[in-house]
């Protein structure tokens, strides 16, 4: 370890430790990404952000991917906004939706998830609601894989809910 009075550096092997207590953490200089790793893929293998003064879990990731925590929240505010216009035709973009189940190929449970084909939205033009992620696998594969922006999807099926009743009550 290198120390000096306001910074620390571990650089190289593997330290284990029960607990990390820190007020920022980075990844090492010149490498752009910081990595926790979890001993399993397990519901029960934990990176886990608690309270010091109660203990309490405010999020955990477990080695399956899932993510868990009270709320999730994204910026919305009007400031950091431009461009801002009504959604049209929402029925329309709901119809060019294709809604599936399915079973996670990695990860079984005894019911059907439901959601998405990511390549499917961005072939019906949903672009702003697909990203790709560079994802290393256990093998030591780097692929990129899309996600699907769930939370965007939400203003799109208010306005056509909202559609629906206009045309209800005429």
Do not use: C
Request: no cysteine.
């Amino acid at each position: 370890a290198i120390q000096n009075h306001d910074d620390v550096s571990i650089t190289g092997g593997r330290i284990t430790v029960p607990s990390v207590s820190a007020t920022e953490v980075r990844p090492v200089l010149g490498d752009n990404e910081l990595k926790l790793k979890l001993p399993g893929g397990s519901q029960y293998d934990m990176f886990k952000v608690t309270r010091e003064d109660t203990n309490q879990d405010l999020m955990t990731v477990d080695g399956r991917g899932i993510v868990t925590a009270r709320d999730f929240y994204a910026p919305s505010d009007s400031r950091l906004k431009k461009n801002v216009n009504s959604i049209q035709d929402a029925i329309q973009l709901v119809r060019r939706m294709n809604g599936v189940t399915f079973d996670w190929i990695d990860y079984n449970t005894p019911f059907p998830h439901y959601g998405f084909i990511a390549q499917d939205l961005k072939l019906a033009g949903f672009h702003s609601l697909i990203h790709e992620r560079t994802i290393t696998t256990p093998s030591g594969e780097v692929n990129t894989l899309m996600t699907v922006d769930y939370s965007k999807i939400v203003s799109i099926l208010v306005e056509a809910v909202k559609d629906i009743g206009n045309m209800l009550s005429m």
